[in-house]
């Protein structure tokens, strides 16, 4: 019996999903918001997936619900699972990954490190806030944010006055995350997998650098981390996986502070941007490793298959590059950079692709990513 996975949203990350799937011999559903989409190769249906109805109907062609984004209402996933559905990561886990305050509030809970942090709904509370963390704060909307969108540094209350108004407040559900500017060294993630019974993987621990606020590179394993700081970034991981319930792939984004703490940023609860390495530099990627978890099959190995991997971004210039003209060539002239593209329509800032070179230099790999991208972003 062929087992079946439908995925919710039709971006790189379910598109990323289907070559594994197709390996395995797993049968791949999307349901995309649009036709054209990035995920268009699967069977893909074109559908709202705020409408019950429509997930609903889709649910009924497959064993398991999964995500290529974290926006599906939980309302939905509820009646979906109250219906016998298998959705995976479960709407309970997913709740601390749609809202930034719920997942500081439940990380709390769990004892983990993490940035200062309040939840504001007044001026006054940001001000009060921001006097007793040294005049500065980074301030996010708890939900819709995404890329840095809807994250913003601030210096004073004034500076916030659009996000406090009563209509945009009640947009982001009425309270804002205020949270201490870590004043980090850089930022790491830690993936993981983790399938319903409980099994448990992680990769190495990575370094991610973002640009405007955008993952633009990573290298992994991070550079320079000490054993102790690796063990515990993967014991943090673990905490949150069971803590929430996660299943499917998790990443948790920490910042490495000056006297090497972790606090946790954020958390996806689906292959995310710090794991696209895997796909080159491990056995099992972290698409396969997702697939598998979702569908509580054996988790694979996550050795490294080289020393180090960097996966360097394509981020769209303008509306026109495409990457078309130069393609060949940058094919021609960079034969180890493994060259991945999305299918999207050009966009500035958008993630069109991305680029990994594995080696055991980390030197190599890092010069030859880069060029790599450079050459396909000047065509
Ligand atoms: P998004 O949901 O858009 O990815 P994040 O919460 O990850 O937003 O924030 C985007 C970026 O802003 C982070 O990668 C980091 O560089 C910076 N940032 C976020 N929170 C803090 C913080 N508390 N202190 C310092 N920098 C932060």
Known sequence: MTLRVGVIGGGQLARMMIVPALELGLEIKVLAEAHGSSAALAATQVGDYTKFETVAEFAKTVDVITFDHEHVPLEILRRLEAEGVSVQPPSRALAFAQNKLEMRRRLHELGLPMPVWAAVQTADELQ??????????????????????????????????????????????????????????????????????????????????????????????????????IAHAAEIARSVADGVGVAGVLAVEMFETPNGRLLINELAMRPHNSGHFSIEGSVTSQFEQHLRAVLNLPLGST???????????????????????????????????????????????????????????????TTEANATAQALLQG
């Open 303 to 365: 050795d490294a298959r080289a020393a180090w991997s960097v996966m360097v971004n394509i981020l769209g210039v303008d509306d026109r590059n495409d990457f078309v003209s130069g393609f060949e060539k940058v094919l021609g002239e960079h034969p180890v950079a493994k060259v991945h593209t999305y299918g999207k329509g050009a966009r500035a800032g958008r993630k069109m692709g991305h680029v990994t070179v594995i080696s055991d230099s980390l030197d190599f790999a």
């Open 128 to 229: 009060e806030f921001l006097n007793a963390n040294g005049g500065v704060c980074v301030l996010k909307t708890p939900i819709g944010g995404y890329d840095g969108k809807g994250v913003r540094i601030i210096r004073s209350a004034s500076d916030a006055q659009d996000w406090l108004e009563p209509d945009a407040l009640t947009r982001v559900g009425g309270t804002l995350l205020a949270e201490e500017k870590v004043s980090f060294v850089r930022e790491v993630a830690q993936l993981s997998a983790r399938t319903p019974s409980g099994d448990f993987a992680t990769w190495p621990l990575v370094q991610t650098t973002q640009a405007n606020g955008v993952c633009a590179e990573v290298v992994a394993p991070a550079p320079g981390a000490n054993a102790e700081t």
